[in-house]
């Protein structure tokens, strides 16, 4: 069982993409969930995984690499009562077909997003993906911190229309939805910190906060945009 902090860290989080409840809600429903199997691939805790099935008869598939998601998965579907099934599992290694797929801030676990996209056309014929894309031109710090591989909104729908999708929703994150997913980023951890101030990792975590902090407001606030989009084919 992994300790309190470990637990902390991502413990205020909903869900792990800048998502508020409305959004998240539209974004199922254009999914369209009915019935038959549904992959997560990259699912984290699956919480999305979890609203998709848990009203209908499908059954769901989360698969992650992170044995900590995983397990506040299996924990939260045996609460609800959902079919949904946690595996530990590279998801490039991933091999089937689904009804529906998710893949939402995973596309780096295929090798960015044109692989991802390549990929999960194999996978499915409905698909909700979630991936960043530059919304503003990058600063060096910006590409030097979060990577050359980020395309702009117009060349991450091009790439879909190559990989054999065709954009049937789409919709971007707002100011809020970052600002909330970046605070509750870092909140499991402050709170943690609040509750164990001479704890010996106090320090480093204070320091993590701060530079989390710091690097959200100075080098990508507004410049990193996060798109939604119902793939279809
Ligand atoms: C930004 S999080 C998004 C999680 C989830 N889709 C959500 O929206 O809450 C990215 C997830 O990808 C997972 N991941 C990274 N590399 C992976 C891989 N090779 N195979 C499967 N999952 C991977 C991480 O463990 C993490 O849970």
């Known amino acids: ?8 860290r991502r413990s205020a989080m909903r869900w792990n993409a800048p998502l508020d409840e409305t959004h998240a809600a539209l974004l199922l429903s254009r ?13 984290g805790w699956g919480e999305l995984l979890i609203r998709a099935v848990e009203t209908t008869p499908a059954r769901g598939l989360a698969v992650d690499t992170d044995e900590v998601a995983l ?13 949904v099934e946690f595996v530990e599992q590279d998801a490039a290694t991933w091999q089937g077909r689904a009804d529906r797929a998710l893949c939402v801030g ?8 044109g692989q991802a996209l390549a990929a999960l056309a194999g996978v499915t014929d409905r698909l909700l993906y979630g991936d960043a894309f530059w919304a503003a031109e990058p600063t060096t710090a910006a590409v030097d ?5 980020i395309l702009t909104l117009p060349a991450l729908l091009e790439t879909c229309r190559a990989t054999g999708w065709r954009v049937l929703h789409l919709s971007t994150a707002d100011q809020r939805e ?56």
């Open 31 to 43: 999914l369209d969930v009915e019935g038959g199997t549904v992959v997560d691939l990259g699912a």
């Open 1 to 8: 069982m992994p300790d309190d902090f470990t637990l902390a």
């Open 145 to 149: 911190l979060l990577g050359d591989d």
């Open 71 to 83: 397990d506040r998965g299996r924990r939260a579907a045996r609460d609800r009562g959902a079919r």
């Open 178 to 233: 970052w600002d909330d997913f970046e605070s509750t980023s870092r909140a499991g951890r402050l709170e943690w910190l609040l509750a164990h101030p001479d704890d010996p990792r106090a320090a480093e975590t204070r320091e993590w906060l701060d530079t989390r902090e710091r690097e959200y407001v100075t080098t990508y606030r507004g410049v990193l945009g996060f798109a939604y989009l119902v793939l279809v084919k």
């Open 106 to 113: 995973a596309s780096h676990a295929f090798g960015g997003t």
